[in-house]
Each structure stands twice: as structure tokens, then as C-alpha cells.
């Protein structure tokens, strides 16, 4: 081991040296002799111990460089064996403390060979390490030194910084001391590594890096972390060792596919229930509560807003930094996790929301993480969002397409949970989103298309449907961009899209005074001149109604009555409407305000009638929905839907039938204006057409349990008359109730 020089010593204390594990650990010099060099400061002295701890070998001299100790070990025990083999040693550390002088003995970090397999690198390089967070981030494990058969627990390190002209990890474990980590550089991929033997789990770490100009960059935390301190403080923490993958949900093929009843009830976990002392619940009281409940309304799923670590309470989760790791607010991994299974217990589906399309600029994230543009594009025009001063993922760059593929797969594969509702997928498309003309960069063939999204969505929807083919993957998408929900071949490979035209459509129709509804008759319908063209979700989610938006009953107008049956009403269309089912946590009981991310939901309005009533009505919706199949079956087929009344603008009727795969029909009737309609007439099929010669009422939102007038036609079965009607040979008569949706199946 040859002598440093000053230059040398100096990078060496400062954490500058390009190559700590040529200089430090044990290396023969020309002779052949061992020489061991450590860098401990602050240490009072350093000493080389043999394998077992028992002997000491030699006493490391302090250099001309604080902290830096060195010595060439005994003649007698310094010259190579005659396989070329170094022995085994172990470091005794004397640190000063209050109290007296402290040893800690433990095997250098630079006795370790290379850590990672050269393959999983280039894969990494190359985009294409399937599930890269069990080679990147921390993971404790035991590893033997070089030439020792002994395993020492610690922890191993490794982080992509290619730009870098040093790594170090600092943490709990050395006193955040960037002299005492350096890593080494895997040049195959850019990655740096090392492993750090006694770190444990539960520490805190980050990763301290200068830039390739020298500069000393604010510390990093780890973008593969499993675990993260509660905010305001942002470190990572070790994790424990990856378990095998939890089980999956035994229905989730069946209760998942495009035929089947989909009701999604959306949570922010932050606000559904709270503490008596306005605390978050953990997951494990989340588990004892939320799958119950909305087991007990008949919602097939949850979808939880996203939980993954962020550092910002307001951003509901949408500006995530640590991507794999659960949010310290409610809890650790394994409360996720039981929280998920405690889930399937009830039969229901857990779906995460995701966001792949951008990532916050906090300093300690990954935001120029080595200095340079690394996850993010580098022009402004593609790496910065301006509506949410974010920056965006370079969905070009091979290393972050594959740290976005795997982490969707993580959350499927180590947790079980069921499907991704994937954010902000229009953002992501388009290369002009939000963005004026010459403020941004067309594509190869000057189109406005982010081809780079296009390819990175087929792939990350086509390794999911592969590795994992009984989840699903939802599109949160507001353009008409083609084949969303086609598969991966054809198209972007969604599962489902959420049909965000009908909602705007359906609430800004709703919101109409009923005198003016008959002038905007066209919007409830309108959704049904393209219904068919993807499989889709019709949700009524948290955008609605926040921002000054209101909540779905503060949407509706007229006085108190009129508002609730309004909502009834509302949810009876859209439960009778093509496409699968989400609604926000508190709309299931007509919350009054809209939501507050800060507060627990009022679930004091349940102690009123009407509050309850409406809790009432979604929860036979639901049964309805999955006990019929007409409302599910056929929701992605015009084969499924059949126009009756289409254009009663003057009385703001709908009628329309639902019909399963069998043909089975179930007929549904809207009336949106507050005037009960008695001897309303309706065209059917005749009986030579196989229609139903009586029908019969099996659901009514003005029913008195749901706190309407109790209105309509339950009292016996609705025969089917001989007088035409509406162009048909039969026809039905109604009374049709006011401001309500009525559910009507063929008598047996």
C-alpha cells in the first residue's frame, strides 16, 4: 500500500476521494506486506484485531490528516499466504465519551468484496431490473468480509448517482459523518454502494453526495427507502428485510373483470376518521373500521388516495418523494400490510392511487439528485410542471422508465394490494399540457404526443397484466386520446378510465335549477354517445368537492328537501348508468360541507334522518348493482344499454333499459324535475318481441326509509299495455316520483 500523498490524505478526510476502497480497508504494498488504513474521526486511537477479537495485530498510527490511522502489521503476520489470501481482521475503535473512554470493535467496511451481481447492474442501465428495490435502497442482511467465513449482520447500501463524484451514507450509525462511509462506484451502472456492518434496522440514513463540479449537495434521502421519518423531518429509515409477497385477494380475478359489479368507495386516510385528540389512526385501527364499513354499504373496493411518503400534509399525497415506502403518519409497512389483508377478510378490493407523472422539488429528494437533472427532464419545457411546481420524471431515461415500472409492481407484489389508479395521465401525454405555444418541445415527428409516456404506459400496463394478472390499472384520463383501455398491443393497456366528460356533463346538469334543466337536457345523455368506446369509471372523487366546489349536496338546488332528493336522484342515474362506480368518502351520506383534508368526515350528520337515509339508499344501490347483473355485465357493450325515453327535455325524463348477457333487461327512470308525474307512459318492445308482460318496482330513491315522499309503484307489478308508444308496439304506465330515479325488473 503505497504511501498517500497530502492531495490524497486530504481527499480522503474530506470524503472527496474518487475511489475510497483503493486506499482504505487492508492492500499489500510491493513487498507484499499488509498495511490496513481506516478513517474514524474523532477517534481516540484504532486497533487491528485478528478474526476471532482475541489478538491484537497492530496498532494503527494516526496520519498527518485528522481522523486518517494506518500501520503495516507485523512482519511475522503481514506477508500474503501463498494463495494471495488476506486474513481476517476486525477494527477496535477508542472513542472519547463523558464518562471515559469507549471501544467499538467491528469489521472494516472495506474488508467487503463487490455487493451487487455486474448483471443486475447493466439490467438497471439497461431498464430492465425487474423488481430493482431489492437491490437498491437499504437492506439488512449478515455478509462474510473477504476471506472470513464469518457473517457479520449490518446493512447494505446502494444508490444510483451516476453524475457523482462522491457517496457517501450517513446516518444514525456514524454520526452523519461523510469522512466515515464513502461508497464505492459501480461504474457499470453509476450506482455506488457499500455495506455498513452494525447498522441496524429502524436507524435513520440519508445519502451525502458531491456533484461532479465539486459541490457538496444537501443531504439526499433515499429514493428506493422503505421506511421515512414523520414529517417535518425527512430521512430514511432501514426497513426490515423483505418479506415474501403477500397473499393475493382470492376474488380479485372474478370480482375485478369488465363484467363484473365495480363499486369503488374512495378514502384519504388522512381525514376519514381521526382521534378524539385529532390524531391520524394507524393502520391497525383503519383495519379495525374502515373495511367494515365499507364492507356493511356494499362497495367492492377501497381506493386509498396516495399513501406513499410525502413531505407535505395539503398535497394530499399527490407530491410523493418516497415512492416506496408507506407514509410514517399512519404507521409502518406491516400496518399497511395487515391493513390490506384485513381488507380481503371483508371481500374487498384495494386499489392505490399513483402518481407517476411528477415529483416535488424538496431539497433532500430527487430533485437534481447528484448535482444534475437525473429522474427529472432536463429542458424546463419537459422536466418542470407549472401548474404544480413539480418537476417531471424523464420518461425517456432507461433507469427512471424502470424505477417507475417497478415501483407500480412493489405496491401489487410485496403488499397484495389489488390495482393502481394511475394520476394525471393526461399531464403526462401531451407535451403542450398546460403549457403555450413555443413553450414547449414536440416530439420526434413534431407532434404534441409524449411518445416516451406512450411506450413507458404499455410497458408498465403490460408487466402488470403479465406478473400480475388479477389487478387492474385505472386511468385517471380527460382527453379523447384513443385506446386507453385497449390492451397494451393496441393501445395504452388500462384496465379501466375514468369518464371524466360525464362527470362534468352530469354535475353541471344537475346543478341546474330544475325550471332550466329541460334547456341542458342533452348533458345527461351525451355520455352515451361514447360510453362504449372504452371500459369505463364513472367517479365522482375528491376533486368534486373541495376548492370551493362544494359537496354533492351543496351542489344541488333548491330548498332542503329538494337537495337530498336531488342527490337520491343522482345517485340512482349514476348507479344505473353504464360503467363502474366510485364515490368519495362522506357523498355516501350527503355530507354538508365539502371535504376538509384536515378533519375527520362529520359523521355526526348520520344522527340525522335524511343524512341517513341517503346512507341507506347507496347501500341498496349497491346490493342492487351486485345481485343484478343487467347493471354490470354488459357496462363496456352498447349490447348492455337501450334508450326508451331519450328526448322528454320538456319534463326532464330519462328511461333507459340495462340488459345482462343473457338479454335480461332492468329499466331505469329518471325524473329531474321536483312535479310527481302520475300516468306517465312509456314505449316497450311487445310481448311478440319477448318483452316482459309486467314489471315490477324493486328500487326507489324517493322511498320513505331514504327520505323521500314515498312515491311510486311498489304497491303491485306495472302490466304492460297493447298501445304503442314512443315508436314501440307496448307500452308501460308510470307514477313517476318527483326528483327521483326508479329500478324496474321484469315480474316472474
Keep these: 500500500m503505497p504511501a498517500l500523498t497530502p492531495d490524497a490524505l486530504t481527499a480522503l478526510i474530506q470524503a472527496r476521494h474518487p475511489d475510497p476502497f483503493a486506499v482504505l480497508g487492508m492492500h499489500a504494498d510491493e513487498q507484499g506486506y499488509l498495511w490496513v488504513r481506516t478513517v474514524q474521526p474523532g477517534a481516540l486511537g484504532v486497533e487491528v484485531l485478528n478474526e476471532a477479537g482475541d489478538k491484537v495485530l497492530a496498532a494503527l498510527s494516526s496520519v498527518q490528516a485528522e481522523g486518517v490511522f494506518e500501520a503495516r502489521l507485523p512482519k511475522t503476520r503481514a506477508k500474503l499466504s501463498s494463495s494471495g489470501h488476506k486474513p481476517a481482521y476486525l477494527l477496535r475503535i477508542t472513542w472519547p465519551s463523558a464518562s471515559g473512554p469507549i471501544t467499538q470493535t467491528l469489521p472494516d467496511p472495506y474488508a467487503f468484496g463487490l455487493l451487487l451481481h455486474e448483471t443486475d447492474l447493466i439490467a438497471w442501465r439497461e431498464g430492465r431490473l425487474l423488481r430493482p428495490w431489492t437491490a437498491l435502497g437499504a437492506h439488512p442482511m449478515s455478509l462474510a468480509p473477504l476471506h472470513s467465513t464469518r457473517a457479520v449482520a449490518g446493512v447494505r447500501f446502494a444508490v444510483w448517482a451516476p453524475h457523482a463524484q462522491r457517496v457517501s451514507v450517513v446516518g444514525d450509525f456514524n454520526g452523519w459523518d461523510g469522512r466515515r462511509h464513502p461508497m464505492r462506484r459501480r461504474v457499470e451502472a453509476g450506482v455506488w454502494e457499500v455495506f455498513v456492518p452494525q447498522a441496524e434496522i429502524g436507524q435513520a440514513y440519508k445519502f451525502e453526495i458531491v456533484s461532479a463540479q465539486g459541490q457538496l449537495l444537501p443531504l439526499k434521502a433515499d429514493p428506493f427507502a422503505r421506511a421515512a421519518d414523520l414529517r417535518p423531518a425527512n430521512a430514511s429509515r432501514v426497513a426490515p428485510a423483505l418479506t415474501p409477497p403477500a397473499p393475493r385477494w382470492p376474488a380479485a380475478a372474478r370480482a375485478q373483470a369488465p363484467q363484473a359489479a365495480i363499486s369503488i368507495y374512495e378514502v384519504h386516510v388522512g381525514s376519514w376518521r381521526r382521534r378524539d385528540n385529532g390524531e391520524f389512526y394507524d393502520w391497525d385501527r383503519l383495519a379495525a373500521e374502515l373495511p367494515g364499513y365499507a364492507a356493511s354499504l356494499g362497495f367492492t373496493h377501497v381506493e386509498l388516495m396516495p399513501i406513499a411518503e410525502h413531505p407535505y400534509d395539503p398535497s394530499w399525497g399527490y407530491q410523493c418523494l418516497g415512492l416506496f415506502a408507506p407514509t410514517a403518519r399512519f404507521g409502518d409497512a406491516a400496518g399497511f400490510a395487515r391493513f390490506v389483508q384485513a381488507c380481503h377478510a371483508a371481500d374487498l378490493g384495494v386499489i392505490l392511487d399513483w402518481v407517476p407523472a411528477h415529483f416535488p422539488t424538496d431539497a433532500h429528494g430527487l430533485a437534481l439528485f447528484d448535482g444534475a437533472p437525473l429522474f427529472e427532464y432536463a429542458d424546463p419545457r419537459e422536466g418542470f410542471h407549472r401548474d404544480w411546481n413539480t418537476a417531471i420524471y424523464d420518461f425517456g431515461r432507461n433507469e427512471v422508465r424502470n424505477f417507475l415500472c417497478a415501483n407500480a409492481l412493489y405496491w401489487l407484489e410485496v403488499f397484495g394490494v389489488d390495482g393502481l389508479r394511475v394520476d394525471a395521465v393526461a399531464s403526462m401525454l401531451y407535451r403542450d399540457y398546460s403549457r403555450n405555444a413555443g413553450e414547449w418541445v414536440p416530439n420526434i415527428y413534431g407532434g404534441r404526443e409524449n411518445l416516451e409516456v406512450i411506450s413507458l404506459l404499455r410497458h408498465i400496463n403490460g408487466t402488470l397484466r403479465a406478473l400480475v394478472p388479477d389487478a387492474i390499472v385505472v386511468a385517471e384520463e380527460s382527453t379523447a386520446f384513443p385506446g386507453v383501455t385497449a390492451p397494451p398491443e393496441q393501445g395504452l393497456g388500462f384496465h379501466f378510465k375514468w369518464n371524466m366528460g360525464w362527470m362534468n356533463d352530469t354535475l353541471a346538469y344537475i346543478h341546474e335549477d330544475p325550471v332550466y334543466r329541460r334547456w341542458h337536457h342533452d348533458k345527461m345523455r351525451f355520455g352515451l354517445t361514447y360510453a362504449f368506446s372504452e371500459k369505463y369509471a364513472l367517479p365522482i372523487s375528491h376533486d368534486e368537492v373541495v376548492h370551493g366546489k362544494g359537496s354533492l349536496l351543496g351542489k344541488m338546488p333548491g330548498d332542503e328537501w329538494q337537495r337530498f332528493a336531488n342527490v337520491r336522484a343522482y345517485l340512482g342515474f349514476m348507479w344505473g348508468h353504464p360503467g363502474k362506480k366510485l364515490l368519495f368518502m362522506g357523498q355516501e351520506f350527503a355530507q354538508t360541507h365539502e371535504w376538509r383534508s384536515d378533519e375527520a368526515?362529520?359523521?355526526?350528520?348520520?344522527?340525522?334522518?335524511?343524512?341517513?337515509?341517503?346512507?341507506?339508499?347507496?347501500?341498496?344501490?349497491?346490493?342492487?348493482?351486485?345481485?343484478?347483473?343487467?347493471?354490470?355485465?354488459?357496462?363496456?357493450?352498447?349490447?348492455?344499454?337501450?334508450?326508451?325515453?331519450?328526448?322528454?327535455?320538456?319534463?326532464?325524463?330519462?328511461?333507459?333499459?340495462?340488459?345482462?348477457?343473457?338479454?335480461?333487461?332492468?329499466?331505469?327512470?329518471?325524473?329531474?324535475?321536483?312535479?310527481?308525474?302520475?300516468?306517465?307512459?312509456?314505449?316497450?318492445?311487445?310481448?311478440?318481441?319477448?318483452?316482459?308482460?309486467?314489471?315490477?318496482?324493486?328500487?326507489?330513491?324517493?322511498?320513505?326509509?331514504?327520505?323521500?315522499?314515498?312515491?311510486?309503484?311498489?304497491?303491485?307489478?306495472?302490466?304492460?299495455?297493447?298501445?304503442?308508444?314512443?315508436?314501440?308496439?307496448?307500452?308501460?304506465?308510470?307514477?313517476?316520483?318527483?326528483?327521483?330515479?326508479?329500478?324496474?325488473?321484469?315480474?316472474?
Excluded at 329499466?667 to 308525474?677: E, W
Aim: net charge negative.
Design 601 to 748: 368526515l362529520p359523521w355526526e350528520l348520520l344522527q340525522q334522518r335524511t343524512h341517513k337515509g341517503v346512507q341507506h339508499l347507496l347501500r341498496d344501490l349497491n346490493h342492487l348493482l351486485r345481485h343484478e347483473p343487467a347493471l354490470h355485465q354488459c357496462d363496456d357493450s352498447p349490447q348492455g344499454f337501450e334508450w326508451l325515453v331519450v328526448d322528454d327535455d320538456a319534463q326532464s325524463v330519462y328511461v333507459w333499459l340495462r340488459r345482462d348477457t343473457q338479454g335480461r333487461p332492468l329499466m331505469v327512470v329518471c325524473n329531474f324535475t321536483p312535479v310527481p308525474r302520475v300516468g306517465y307512459r312509456i314505449g316497450l318492445p311487445g310481448p311478440e318481441e319477448g318483452s316482459a308482460s309486467a314489471w315490477v318496482e324493486v328500487l326507489n330513491t324517493d322511498a320513505g326509509l331514504y327520505g323521500g315522499s314515498d312515491t311510486g309503484n311498489a304497491s303491485s307489478p306495472q302490466a304492460v299495455q297493447a298501445l304503442p308508444s314512443h315508436g314501440r308496439s307496448a307500452s308501460l304506465v308510470l307514477t313517476l316520483p318527483p326528483l327521483a330515479t326508479l329500478f324496474l325488473s321484469p315480474a316472474s
